[in-house]
C-alpha cells in the first residue's frame, strides 16, 4: 500500500508544471487578446496592475517597517504604459497612507496617461520637476519606484533623460522595487549591468529576464481568463485566499 501511495505521490509530482516566463512577443500577444477578445479596456488592465503594484509594496515594505519618520516613496514614472501603471501605484498607495512623490522624466501625450496624472494631482499626490541627486534620494525616501521603461521599450538604445536617471538609479542607496521589467533591462535577458531591484512586480506572468532574479519577486496575474492560461500554458501558482497576487 505503501509502495502505491508513494508511487501516485511521485506521479502527481511530476505533473506539476514549471511556471511559465514569457518572451516578448508572448507578452504583447497576451495583452492584444486581453484587448481584442476578451474586451479588457486598457484603462481597466492599467487599474488591475497598478492596485496589484501597490499591493505588493505594502506587502514587501509595510508601513511600520519604513526607516524613516515620514512613509516616503519616490516613483520614476515614464511616458509608457509602465509608466501609467507607476501612477496607478502612487495613487493607491496614498490611499494606504504612504506619502508618494511622482517623478515625470517626460511628459506623455497620451490621454490615458494624462488621466491617471490629473487623479494623483487631485488626491495631492506631489510631482517634481527633475530628479534629485542621489544623495538627496537616499536621504529624503524609503524607496524607489522603478515604473519607468517598460517590456516595450528598446534597452540597447536608450536616451537622455532616462539613460541619467538610470546612472542615479544605480547608485542610490535605498530600495528599489520594479514594476514588471525593471528599467534598462531586456525583456528575454537578465541585465548584466543594469539597475539592481530589491523587489520585482511582475505583471500577466513573468519575463524570461526574470527567470534568475534573486530578490524579492511578486507576481500579480489573478485575473487573467483560464483559457489564455492554458493556452500559453502559463502554469500559474495558486494565489493565496482572495489575494491578487503571490510572491513567488
Known amino acids: 500500500m505503501d509502495k502505491m501511495n508513494h508511487s501516485s505521490a511521485e506521479a502527481e509530482a511530476e505533473t506539476i508544471e514549471p511556471l511559465r516566463y514569457l518572451s516578448k512577443e508572448e507578452a504583447a500577444a497576451i495583452e492584444t487578446e486581453l484587448v481584442r477578445d476578451y474586451r479588457f479596456g486598457q484603462q481597466q488592465l492599467i487599474e488591475i496592475w497598478g492596485q496589484a503594484c501597490a499591493i505588493a509594496i505594502t506587502k514587501a515594505y509595510p508601513l511600520s517597517s519604513l526607516a524613516k519618520k515620514q512613509p516616503t516613496v519616490l516613483v520614476i514614472c515614464g511616458p509608457d504604459q509602465n509608466g501609467s501603471i507607476g501612477l496607478v501605484c502612487a495613487r493607491h498607495l496614498r490611499i494606504f497612507e504612504y506619502e508618494p512623490t511622482i517623478y515625470h522624466p517626460k511628459r506623455s501625450s497620451h490621454s490615458l496617461h494624462q ?3 490629473v ?13 534629485p541627486q542621489r544623495s538627496l534620494i537616499n536621504d529624503a525616501y524609503n524607496l524607489v519606484i522603478d515604473a519607468m521603461l517598460g517590456p516595450e521599450s528598446d534597452w540597447s538604445n536608450i536616451k537622455e533623460p532616462y539613460s541619467g536617471i538610470l546612472v542615479t538609479l ?13 528599467s534598462g533591462w531586456d525583456i528575454e535577458e537578465p541585465s548584466q549591468d543594469g539597475i539592481n531591484p530589491d523587489v520585482l512586480i511582475s505583471l500577466t506572468a513573468p519575463k524570461k529576464c526574470a527567470m534568475n532574479f534573486t530578490g524579492k519577486h511578486f507576481l500579480a496575474g489573478r485575473f487573467l481568463p483560464y483559457d489564455i492560461q492554458k493556452k500559453y500554458e502559463l502554469n500559474l501558482p495558486v494565489y493565496p485566499g482572495t489575494d491578487c497576487l503571490i510572491e513567488l
Request: hydrophobic share 40%; with cysteine.
Open 115 to 117: 488621466d491617471f496624472t
Open 119 to 131: 487623479q494623483c494631482e487631485k488626491m495631492d499626490i506631489p510631482s517634481l520637476s527633475y530628479l
Open 170 to 182: 544605480k547608485q542610490v542607496k535605498i530600495p528599489i522595487a520594479s514594476v514588471d521589467v525593471p
